[in-house]
């Protein structure tokens, strides 16, 4: 997951921003555009060297089957690197490419039926972030950790924004 901080320290946010800008709706306020990724069982184990191109095209595609999933069972678009943006009315998600670049709309969640998120997880690095939703399954992201605790708070209603107090 290293790789993937040191893509978004060098990704362009500004037209990222302006690409999920296009799918507010009139009078839709943006909170924040972030990173998230869907988690990745816990593996383990060891494999030769010339296994390894293999081992990790497998837990691609188990990722993706993962992120697939559990889309399906909460009704919660996922992907598993995705590009996501809060609004006062919804959250928006795309799946999120190459360079942190906002791929295509995958579709969103309305802030009504989050009932509480939560960021049980303490460090500088990625974090977990458990969205509860009304009547579906909860729903784990991964987002930078300096932004977990507010993006769970605005999600429960407990701050009206992300930045830092």
Do not use: C
Not at 35 to 57: F, K, M, R, S, Y
Not at 86 to 114: E, K, N
Request: net charge positive.
């Amino acid at each position: 997951m290293t790789d993937d901080v040191g893509m978004l320290r060098s990704a362009d946010w500004s037209r990222v921003t302006q690409s999920v800008a296009a799918d507010l709706r009139p009078g839709e306020v943006l909170l924040a555009v972030f990173p998230a990724l869907t988690p990745a069982d816990a593996g383990g184990g060891l494999a030769p060297a010339e296994l390894w191109p293999l081992v990790l095209i497998i837990e691609h595609v188990m990722l993706r089957r993962r992120s697939r999933r559990i889309a399906r069972s909460s009704m919660f678009p996922l992907a598993p690197r995705m590009v996501m943006a809060l609004t006062d009315r919804r959250l928006l998600i795309r799946a999120g490419r190459h360079g942190w670049q906002a791929g295509r709309f995958l579709g969103y969640v309305s802030r009504d039926r989050i009932v509480q998120a939560t960021a049980p997880t303490a460090g500088s690095g990625w974090r977990t972030v458990l969205i509860y939703l009304a009547n579906e399954p909860t729903v784990e992201i991964k987002v930078p950790g300096a932004m977990a605790g507010r993006l769970a708070a605005v999600l429960s209603g407990q701050a009206d924004e992300i930045t830092p107090a």
